[in-house]
């Protein structure tokens, strides 16, 4: 009912930058919070940067200073401008939206299909 659809992903250099999107479309009535995971080789998936519907952010401390997370909720798109790359960061991203859908008016929590960054000299 809800579909996300990434973009942005790719291969760079350390100190490297790199623009992360994600649309939502559907039967989408509001979106709450939308958020960026990431998960690498071996490891959990562990949450980047979360944005709320009011403009408010939190991000992970590994990443705080160099990763910037906004929305267009005309557009129903969030993004992640990520800045000074590090190895460290290659994963696989993943968006996350929550909200409501209408008919029937229920609540939602969608996934995109994940996006592979890659640090890498």
């Known amino acids: 009912q809800v579909q996300l659809v990434e973009s942005g992903g790719g291969l760079v250099q350390p100190g490297g930058s790199l623009r992360l999107s994600c649309a939502a479309s559907?039967?989408?009535?509001?979106?709450?919070?939308m958020g960026w995971h990431r998960q690498a080789p071996g490891k959990e998936r562990e949450l980047v940067a979360v944005i709320a519907s009011g403009g408010s952010t939190n991000y992970a401390d590994s990443v705080k200073g160099r990763f910037t997370i906004s929305r267009d909720n005309a557009k129903n798109t969030v993004y992640l401008q990520m800045n000074s790359l590090k190895p460290e960061d290659t994963a696989v991203y993943y968006c996350?939206?929550?909200?409501?859908?209408?008919?029937?008016?229920?609540?939602?929590?969608?996934w995109g299909q994940g996006t592979q960054v890659t640090v890498s000299s």
């Open positions: 559907g039967s989408i009535l509001r979106i709450n919070t």
């Open positions: 996350n939206v929550r909200g409501i859908i209408r008919s029937p008016m229920t609540s939602f929590n969608s």
